[in-house]
């Protein structure tokens, strides 16, 4: 369960929202450290030299090797040099609301100090962070790792995707701020070197180091009844105030945005989920141009079909799909005839239409069509589905409307 961790303190969970964290205005923390590491990389080998059978010539062909591979490296102190002016401290002021306690009968307000990360998109004077550590404000301050401080607003929000974009209000026009370069975050693979960059727990301008865990994974928000889809799974250690924060390739280009941590304490556990560098670079245009972007929405909701639940519907061993629990009714899908399960009197599943491919491309989970819906179409597309009915299969073309917040 997705939860924002309230001011002064942060609730046990099971997934929780990083990134904010709540500081005395009197604190001023500052932290900076440079790690220098080698990354090993693979070097072209003829097969000639498996039968070399000098040794000082293969001793000398490995020094070779060796010498080539640290020239061809970017050490992290460099690469944390080169992102000084990109990633920025943010941090908002709210009032928090204690209802338990009452003076002359009205509830005790308190104000209080929220803080996260952010890095430089452009040379305009925009910044992105988590919608999560701005939310419910309107304007923030954004520090400079010179110490420098500027207030920005805030020009559009996705709470779908936890993605905000703020604009610089002051004269930056003295400052050498750097947009963050962008990679492209389909082409990470299990195992890469990542650096995050960000303000845990107050302690500006701390960098750590990882790699990524796992890709595509689903990261849920029950509050809001969406998953943000492709998440990056990472080891890096991230904290409570690293939301908002770049999450880097080991030459210092964005490959996502660290957002959450999977932990029963509130810290760093070894888990940590950021969204991908693509769903930014496709969102942030249409934020910046119109405030808020529109989500394209099947209107279903279903579960992966599990080997038990295959074999309880008397469906082939290792038969894939998402079965279809429930559409939503006027939706997309109940429009076009996408049909939600039947039940017997004990609740257990008797009959379920379920998705077998989307535009031609296997289903085999219930998060592959969510990844594919929010990486590849918009509101009034067309998608085609195949679906497993009473032993047949069947083409069922969906049009996809405008997503609201509050639906499931």
Do not use: C
Not at 166 to 177: A, F, G, I
Not at 228 to 253: F, M, R, V
Not at 306 to 330: H, T, W, Y
């Amino acid at each position: 369960m997705i939860l924002i961790e309230k001011l002064f303190f942060i609730t046990v969970i099971s997934i929780g929202i990083l990134a904010v964290i709540t500081i005395p205005p009197s604190l001023d923390f500052y932290f900076e450290s440079n790690y220098h590491l080698i990354k090993k990389t693979p070097v072209n080998s003829d097969d000639n030299v498996l039968s070399i059978k000098n040794n000082d010539i293969a001793k000398k062909l490995i020094s070779d090797d060796t010498s080539q591979t640290i020239s061809n490296t970017i050490p992290l102190d460099v690469v944390y040099e080169n992102l000084e002016n990109s990633v920025v401290q943010i941090t908002s002021t709210v009032i928090e609301t204690h209802s338990n306690i009452i003076i002359n009968g009205n509830p005790v307000e308190q104000q209080s100090s929220r803080l996260g990360s952010g890095f430089v998109y452009d040379e305009q004077g925009h910044i992105i962070t988590n919608y999560h550590v701005i939310s419910d404000v309107s304007t923030v301050d954004v520090s400079l790792s010179n110490g420098d401080v500027f207030t920005a607003k805030v020009i559009g929000t996705d709470k779908l995707n936890d993605i905000a974009v703020l604009q610089l209000t002051d004269d930056y026009s003295n400052e050498s701020l750097a947009p963050v370069l962008f990679a492209d975050s389909s082409q990470i693979k299990i195992g890469d070197q990542v650096i995050a960059i960000g303000n845990p727990f107050g302690l500006s301008n701390t960098m750590t180091t990882g790699i990524v865990s796992q890709t595509g994974r689903l990261l849920p928000n029950q509050n809001l009844g969406f998953s943000i889809s492709n998440i990056i799974q990472t080891d890096a250690a991230i904290n409570p105030g690293n939301s908002g924060g770049p999450l880097l390739d080991s030459n210092g280009n964005l490959i996502g945005m660290n957002t959450a941590i999977e932990s029963k304490v509130g810290e760093f556990t070894g888990v940590g989920f950021a969204i991908p560098s693509n769903t930014i670079k496709k969102i942030v245009p249409v934020l910046i141009k119109k405030g808020e972007y529109d989500h394209p929405w099947i209107g279903i909701s279903g579960v992966t079909l599990s080997p038990k639940l295959a074999e309880k519907l008397q469906l082939p061993k290792n038969f894939r799909g998402a079965l279809i629990n429930d559409v939503v009714d006027n939706g997309p899908a109940e429009k076009a005839g996408i049909k939600g399960a039947l039940y017997k009197s004990n609740r257990e599943i008797s009959n379920a239409d379920i998705i077998i491919s989307i535009d031609d491309t296997p289903v085999k989970r219930i998060d592959d069509i969510i990844s594919y819906v929010s990486e590849n179409k918009s509101v009034g597309d067309k998608v085609s589905f195949k679906v497993f009915r009473d032993g047949k299969v069947i083409d069922i073309d969906v049009i996809l409307s405008k997503r609201e917040t509050t639906n499931g």
